[in-house]
């Protein structure tokens, strides 16, 4: 099962599971963010885009303090995937969970709008779907989606192979080396800026999302 976190200001918190549930026919079930725990059938972590919080102080700053993520941190410390978008992506930073910090867009603007996303890494459990080198088409929708991490840590993730989407083209909103998403050291932790989960009907503008959501209900179903 997918548990897929909602906080006051999750607004892509249904969209997630419709996504999982209805197009793509995978088991998915919303988790407030007071529980303390995570259900007992959970296999994966999804955390939805938003304004959680209404963005005060910074983005994913007062979600971090949510009971949930308490357990969210156990559930990837023993292995357990874990994937963030936009929002997600930031709190996902802003636990720990995830290096370096999502900051303000570098036009000072927000931006919504399709992007091109190259991806660098053919990886279980979220990219397997994809060839390295491949070209994806993703929506997004932010005004705090810079990447930024100190060079130490920029270096450090290219060397161990950790950004699996880069902007391909244009780069919307200023982040370091084009980095649209990465994953951590142990492998089970990605966030990225896009929203897979509105990129999955051919109605919504394209289907490149069910790829990266798709790689992770392989891997579920696999046993990974």
């Avoid at 802003?94 to 570098?106: S, W």
């Avoid at 091109?116 to 005004?143: C, Q, Y």
Wanted: aromatic share 8%.
């Amino acid at each position: 099962m997918f548990a897929v976190l909602q906080f006051p200001g999750s607004n892509d918190d249904r969209d997630m599971c419709f996504a999982m549930k209805t197009v793509l026919g995978a088991d998915a079930q919303l988790v407030w963010h007071k529980d303390a725990k995570l259900p007992s059938d959970t296999q994966a972590v999804l955390l939805p885009g938003g304004f959680s919080y209404g963005d005060y102080l910074r983005t994913g700053a007062m979600a971090r303090f949510s009971p949930i993520i308490a357990d969210l941190q156990r559930f990837a410390r023993q292995g357990g995937p874990v994937l963030g978008t936009c929002n997600g992506f930031q709190i996902l930073c802003e636990a720990g969970l995830l290096p370096g910090v999502l900051v303000r867009n570098q036009q000072l603007h927000f931006v919504c709008d399709f992007v091109d996303v190259r991806v660098e890494r053919s990886v279980a459990p979220f990219t397997s779907r994809s060839a390295a080198g491949d070209v994806l088409s993703l929506p997004i929708k932010h005004g705090e989606g810079a990447y930024f991490a100190p060079p130490q840590g920029l270096a450090k993730l290219e060397e161990n192979g950790q950004v699996l989407l880069r902007y391909a083209g244009q780069n919307p909103n200023g982040s370091l080396q084009n980095i649209a998403g990465i994953m951590n050291e142990a492998g089970n932790v990605f966030g990225l800026m896009p929203h897979p989960e509105h990129a999955v009907e051919p109605a919504l503008g394209g289907t490149d999302g069910a790829l990266l959501l798709g790689s992770m209900i392989d891997a579920m179903r696999g046993g990974a």
